[in-house]
């Protein structure tokens, strides 16, 4: 489970795949995104704040701020706002792979 979001919605992460897309990950040159190439479905990568390690991300909305973004680490399901400078190329083989991180409903717990 990489990703809490209610008692009764989790999200589970592929362990092997999230491997294999760390090493790469940590391979590649992290460059910045042109600002206006930052948008609402963009694929990308960025540090993440709570270990400084990079992943890959989706952005999910822009924030009031327009210098700011909200995105979601796709092999996790965990989501935080980021500046847009923030926001780096992914290697192109990175942004063909869909999210590894699934969302789960665990039945039973709704309501807790």
């Not at 008692?7 to 391979?27: G, S």
């Not at 460059?31 to 400084?52: I, Q, R």
Request: aromatic share 6%; glycine share 8%; with cysteine.
């Amino acid at each position: 489970v990489g990703q809490v979001d209610k008692p009764d919605v989790v999200w589970v992460t592929k362990v092997k795949e999230m491997e294999d897309v760390q090493m790469q990950l940590a391979k590649a040159v992290m460059v910045s995104l042109p600002m206006e190439e930052v948008k609402v479905g963009t694929v990308a990568a960025c540090k993440y704040s709570g270990d400084g390690e990079v992943y890959r991300c989706q952005v999910v909305t822009m924030e009031e701020k327009e210098d700011f973004v909200r995105v979601r680490y796709m092999d996790f399901g965990n989501m935080e706002k980021v500046k847009k400078t923030e926001v780096c190329h992914l290697p192109f083989s990175l942004g063909k792979m869909g999210p590894i991180a699934l969302r789960v409903r665990v039945g039973g717990m709704e309501g807790v």
